[in-house]
């Protein structure tokens, strides 16, 4: 029986075989905690990735929204601006009701 045991020993699993002895009980638990929380590890990492993932395409998102609602609040502040000239300087215009025709030029 051998009172050293090796690495290929404990990788092959012939350590079993080998009248293992108590004293490595702690080793091999200590082993198995480590893989268990390294494994719970990555698989809590691969999950923060996605999250972040989402999130950043969300902030994007709400960029964009964001860039059109402040150019359609400044849209709304120059026709109020124009509106309010018009009514101090007493002009009477009114919103045009059919559309604008376009004449498009064929080539």
């Avoid at 200590?30 to 993932?53: A, G, H, Q």
């Avoid at 964001?66 to 215009?93: C, P, T």
Wanted: overall charge positive; charged content about 30%; hydrophobic content about 45%.
């Amino acid at each position: 029986m051998k009172d050293k045991v090796s690495f290929k020993d404990f990788m092959t699993g012939h350590i079993f075989l080998l009248g293992f002895k108590l004293k490595y009980i702690g080793i091999v638990i200590f082993v198995v905690i480590l893989s268990v929380l390294y494994m719970r590890n990555t698989y809590n990492t691969l999950d923060l990735r996605y999250d972040i993932f989402i999130l950043q395409s969300e902030i994007k998102f709400l960029r964009n929204r964001s860039i059109d609602y402040n150019l359609e609040l400044q849209q709304l502040g120059r026709e109020q601006k124009v509106q309010n000239m018009l009514r101090d300087k007493k002009i009477a215009l009114k919103r045009k009701q059919t559309p604008v025709i376009e004449i498009v030029e064929n080539k």
